[in-house]
């Protein structure tokens, strides 16, 4: 467990992690890429492990270096065990797509107690559609799943894009299989759309053609992944607890490693900081900040941006008046249910959290006080809630730390280096 304490300054130069999305890609693509391709600066972090094991168990060879992952990819090939992806959403969605393309037999793709109430069938369903069968073992719409080798069909499939844009992701990178053209037809409006932008970025580099269309999007068919070299940029979604440590403290610090034009969603933070009064400078692949600011309360939006709501909460424990946090109903379906969990655990440490059924209403306290928080085994959770503990006056004892293996391995690290006032138990 982590024992944290009032922190008065920090101050440092740091590097934001590299990005978990464009990790699980960045692999994935090539691992499906005939040839062999380098991928520089990936996370190391147990998701992103989570694909590499996925893409072993469907044939790629994958060479694990500090520095470069050296992945030698080959067309899916049936697994001879099941495929156990851990804790990772983000592998089980897009391998499960994936997966239809092994010539025979049938790949069985599970994880751990989270990643097994994680929402499925909508992908389950559209996967039917292009004549493939996937199906929930449990019948229950969640993991274990099974998939069976087939031959696409079809130009159409029609899915909801208000549960998980993974779902969307896993049909991009699939559907270049078939052999027609494919159109995904939304029939809802979509949720956490940059994490698509993410995907057709990557899925450009590898050579891999879609448009973006009135009523979503068209894969082009028969497209080979090609073999690439490509460099991982920073994670804005692990830097924004960096972000909000350097708005909430006494500090000086210089976050290294975030591409300016990045499109990842959670760059908002930066606009959401400013918003609240922060005065962040961002200089090339630099964000510097001299805090602290006295932060005011807003609205926000978090449609596109799920995982800073974690972030967020704490942000507004700390402002002056109101914030409201709202559209995210689907912040709910992560690795816990994060809004009910932000709601519960800051109001341990004396905040004031209404929970609606989108999203959550924060009347800024200004000042916390230390408690026992649970953080449901979930990373975004262990590290929103650390800063949270730096700031609270005695002592914040946050139980699972382990959790921030899966995006931000060194993050315990990192914050004692900028001069946070954290003990490991
Ligand atoms: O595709 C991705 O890399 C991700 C998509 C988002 O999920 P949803 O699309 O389910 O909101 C996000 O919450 C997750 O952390 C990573
Ligand atoms: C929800 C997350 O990831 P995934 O969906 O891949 O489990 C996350 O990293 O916050």
């Known amino acids: 467990m982590l024992i944290v304490r ?52 469907l044939g790629a060879e994958i060479e694990l270096n500090e520095e470069e992952w050296v992945v030698n990819g080959t067309s899916p090939q049936t ?17 499960t797509g994936v997966s239809s393309q092994i010539p025979k037999g049938y790949a069985i793709l599970t994880g751990d107690d989270s990643i097994r109430k994680r929402p499925m069938q909508p992908l389950l369903d559209a996967l039917k559609q292009l004549d493939i069968e996937a199906f929930s073992s449990k ?38 299989f078939n052999e027609n053209d494919t159109e995904i037809f939304l029939t809802s409006p979509l949720k956490s759309k940059p994490y698509l932008e993410i995907t057709m970025d990557v899925l450009g580099k590898f050579g891999i053609k879609i448009d973006e269309t009135e009523k979503g999007f068209l894969v082009y068919g028969n497209q080979k992944y090609k073999a690439i070299d490509y460099t991982v940029e920073g994670d804005y979604s692990s830097a924004s607890y960096l972000v909000a440590a350097g708005v909430l403290f006494n500090s000086d610090i210089t976050i290294n490693n975030l591409f300016k034009d990045s499109k990842q969603g959670d760059k908002a933070i930066i606009k959401i900081v400013k918003e ?23 609205d926000i939006d978090v449609k596109d941006i799920p995982d800073l709501v974690p972030t967020i909460s704490v942000l507004a424990c700390f402002a002056e008046g109101k914030t409201t946090i709202y559209n995210g109903e689907h912040v709910r ?60 006056e005695g002592e914040t004892v946050i139980e699972g730390e382990d959790a921030v293996k899966i995006s931000f391995p060194n993050f315990v690290d990192v914050m004692k280096s900028l001069g946070a006032n954290i003990g490991v138990k």
Do not use: W
């Not at 992690?17 to 890429?33: D, F, N, Q």
């Open 276 to 298: 609240m009064g922060a005065d962040v400078k961002v200089k090339d692949d630099k964000v510097i900040i001299k805090g602290e600011y006295n932060l005011e309360g807003i």
């Open 79 to 95: 697994p001879d065990n099941i495929i156990d992806i851990g804790n990772s959403g983000t592998t089980l969605r897009i391998l």
């Open 333 to 392: 379906l992560k690795e816990c249910d994060r809004l009910s969990a932000c709601a519960k655990e800051l109001s341990k440490m004396g905040a004031k959290i209404t929970e609606k059924p989108d999203g959550l209403i924060i009347e800024g306290v200004k000042k916390l006080k230390g408690a026992k928080l649970n953080t449901y085994h979930d990373h975004r959770l262990v590290m929103a809630f650390t800063i949270a503990g730096m700031k609270a």
């Open 139 to 176: 019948e229950n719409g969640t993991a274990p799943i099974i998939v069976k080798g087939g031959k696409l069909k079809g130009d159409v499939v029609k899915i909801r894009g208000d549960i998980s844009s993974q779902f969307i992701t896993s049909l991009m990178m699939t559907l270049p």
């Open 6 to 57: 009032k922190t008065e300054r920090i101050e440092g130069v740091v590097n934001a992690p590299p990005s978990k999305s464009y990790t699980h890609r960045a692999v994935i693509g090539a691992s499906l890429a005939e040839g062999t391709s380098r991928i520089k600066n990936p996370l190391n972090g147990d998701d992103c492990l989570s694909s590499v094991h996925g893409c072993r168990m």
